[in-house]
């Protein structure tokens, strides 16, 4: 696609529940970022890919976070057992790779609330 | 200690001044520096990339420092539409890890 494409734009979910978060990079573009925002703060490395293996994924908080992207395009991150500490605009980004010349675009985020 | 260092502001200025933010980061084998611009409930866009020699694109100045680790931002003649928070970006190309500071929020006044 043009842009970086995530869904859904806001989820409202109880403590408890599972999510899911999908994003659709730009085609043609390798890399995957997954980044998570709260307010006043900067985005927070999750997980990178890189075509679909995780390349690094030192950024999820605990086992409760997931992340795929089975055929290098579209990745979903997976929440499970969600808590109100979870609630954050969680962004993807993508880039056409690695060098000097890389830099990331990002989708317009999926804001989750966990009551 | 953190990867990206920034002043959070608030910087509140009038229209038409000269505002500069400064970025430190920790890693000297740092390779490639942004600046983003993100409005309130939007997605971080890239500004601008920063280059060694420093560089200009309109009213908006980039300079890097390796020696001091620190970046800066200058935009002269603050337009009202420059109000945002800029963020300041690092990639220490070894992981291709892009690391974000905490923002700078500017917000210029008529």
């Known amino acids: 696609g043009a842009g970086v494409s995530q869904t859904p734009s806001n989820k409202v979910t109880e403590k408890g529940k599972y999510v899911e978060l999908r994003c659709d990079p730009i085609s043609g573009h390798t890399a995957l970022y997954w980044y998570r925002q709260s307010l006043g703060q900067g985005p927070e490395f999750l997980i990178y890919f890189q075509g679909t293996g995780a390349a690094d994924d030192s950024g999820l908080p605990n086992d409760r976070f997931f992340a795929v992207r089975p055929e290098g395009s579209v990745s979903t991150l997976k929440i499970q057992r969600t808590e109100r500490g979870d609630s954050a605009v969680y962004l993807c980004?993508?880039?056409?790779?690695?060098?000097?010349?890389?830099?990331?675009?990002f989708g317009a985020g999926s804001r989750l609330t966990v009551l | 200690r953190k990867e990206v260092e920034q002043d959070p502001g608030p910087f509140n200025v009038p229209e038409g001044a000269t505002v500069a933010f400064n970025c430190t980061y920790s890693n000297s084998a740092s390779q490639s520096f942004f600046w983003y611009r993100q409005d309130c409930r939007k997605e971080p866009k890239l500004l601008m990339s920063?280059?060694?020699s420093g560089n200009e694109d309109g009213r908006f100045t980039a300079q890097l420092n390796r020696a001091s680790q620190y970046i800066s931002l200058l935009i002269r003649d603050s337009k009202l539409s420059d109000s945002a928070t800029y963020l300041c970006v690092v990639n220490t190309h070894t992981g291709n890890q892009f690391y974000f500071g905490t923002g700078t929020s500017l917000t210029v006044i008529p």
């Open positions: 980004a993508s880039s056409r790779g690695t060098g000097k010349a890389n830099v990331l675009t």
């Open positions: 920063v280059y060694s």
